[in-house]
């Protein structure tokens, strides 16, 4: 695989410039995500044809072309597990490529492996092994060597040429507005930031209201204390003191350190804001606290996730698709806590595709059992 290195703004603009009029670019990237919260972009893949450019994000004065390429209908974008990629993008350029073909997500619609790697899919496609020797390389060094300069043009060299067979494929089954779909989906949720990640705190049905408004309101200020630091979630506070702070409720600055486990450093620099986010779930109106979140399935109800699973499976073999493309079994069990009568966030992949092919069909199924 030929590659060069793009390591000036001129060569930049004009490598765009060059192939503006590209029907589909591959996309990847290097970042490094050891102590930030953000990810930092370390290196920019770009391949057109059959030839790899790796754009230095370091040496750019202004990434603007590439917001442009990202923003062009025209140009297909094609990425492998788009996910990472997308956050670095969200927050390096504010910017994400749309429309976006997902190989990964492809090859699991056209029941081709579910969550395979890229080297895994080129091995599969392709019968060529490729090296992993640099995937924990440190990106940021400069100048990069050769053996990393090899492997990151290996990293897009056979995204387009897997492009092809899979669009083939998907065009033949009527499942390319799928993947552009799941794509757009996949944009529509890219970024560090969680506004509710209280929601994901291991435990977290065990609280009551007012504690599950504490804990709602601890995690909001960690979560903008690590993006004002740049520092990973861990490194302000982890889940499971946020966790045991919301429980304890602590009104004072004693009762705070009482909590335990506390580091010395946060109880005196952060302990304030801390002891504030108590006080503001302390005010809340009984109107205004969080519904408490569901426990764990009761036994009944992990049977009947397990026929929602069975009816999954025949959807997916008709279909020729991964079943794990169709819904995930989070989902399966929000169906199922839907159709219990509890309320619950729609996601937005139940709104394209799946809804007429699996929700719909899983909806009536749930209503017949539960009747």
């Keep these: 695989m030929e590659f060069t290195l793009v ?12 192939y503006r009029d590209a029907p589909a670019v591959a996309i990847d990237t290097e970042f490094m995500r050891r102590d930030t919260f953000y990810p930092q972009v370390a290196l920019l893949q770009l391949c057109f044809d059959d030839h790899a450019w790796l754009v230095d994000p370091l040496a750019l004065d202004d990434p603007g072309p590439l917001v442009d390429l990202f923003l062009k209908p025209a140009v297909t974008k094609v990425l492998h597990s788009a996910s990472e990629d997308l956050e670095v993008f969200d927050h390096w350029l504010g910017a994400l490529p749309a429309p976006l073909f997902d190989t990964q997500r492809a090859a699991g619609l056209l029941d081709q492996g579910f ?8 091995e599969q496609a392709f019968a060529v092994t490729l090296d992993k020797g640099e995937t924990r390389s440190d990106w940021l060094r400069r100048p990069l060597s050769e ?22 494929g998907a065009e033949a089954s009527g499942k390319l507005p799928w993947i552009l779909e799941e794509g757009a989906v996949a944009c529509a949720g890219a970024g560090s930031r969680n506004p509710a990640y209280y929601l994901r705190v291991k435990s977290a049905w065990k609280l009551e209201r007012r504690q599950l408004a504490a804990l709602e309101r601890l995690c909001a200020w960690r979560e903008d204390e690590a993006a004002a630091r740049d520092k990973p979630r861990s490194w302000i506070l982890d889940d499971k003191l946020c966790l045991a702070i919301a ?15 506390i580091p010395p ?3 005196r620099r952060r302990g304030d804001a801390l002891l504030a986010c108590i006080a503001e779930a302390n005010d809340l109106p009984e109107s205004a606290l969080p519904g408490r979140l569901p426990p764990p399935l009761a036994s009944a109800e992990r049977k009947l996730l397990k026929q929602l699973k069975a009816r999954v499976r025949t959807i997916a073999e008709r279909e020729a698709v ?50």
Excluded: H, N
């Design 147 to 168: 053996s990393q300069c090899r492997y990151a043009a290996l990293d897009v060299a056979y995204l387009l040429p897997l492009y092809e067979r899979l669009r083939a």
């Design 265 to 267: 450093a946060v109880l």
């Design 7 to 18: 390591s000036t703004q001129g060569a930049f603009e004009a490598l765009l410039d060059r």
């Design 115 to 122: 969550g395979l790697g890229y080297r895994g899919l080129v």
């Design 322 to 371: 991964a079943p794990e493309m169709l819904l995930a079994g989070r989902d399966l069990e929000l169906l199922l806590r839907e159709a219990r009568g509890e309320s619950i966030s729609e996601p937005p992949a139940w709104k394209g595709w799946r809804g007429p092919l699996v929700v719909e069909p899983l909806r009536a199924a749930l209503a017949r059992e539960l009747s």
């Design 247 to 261: 429980q304890a409720m602590p009104a004072s600055p004693a009762a705070l350190a009482a909590v335990g486990a």
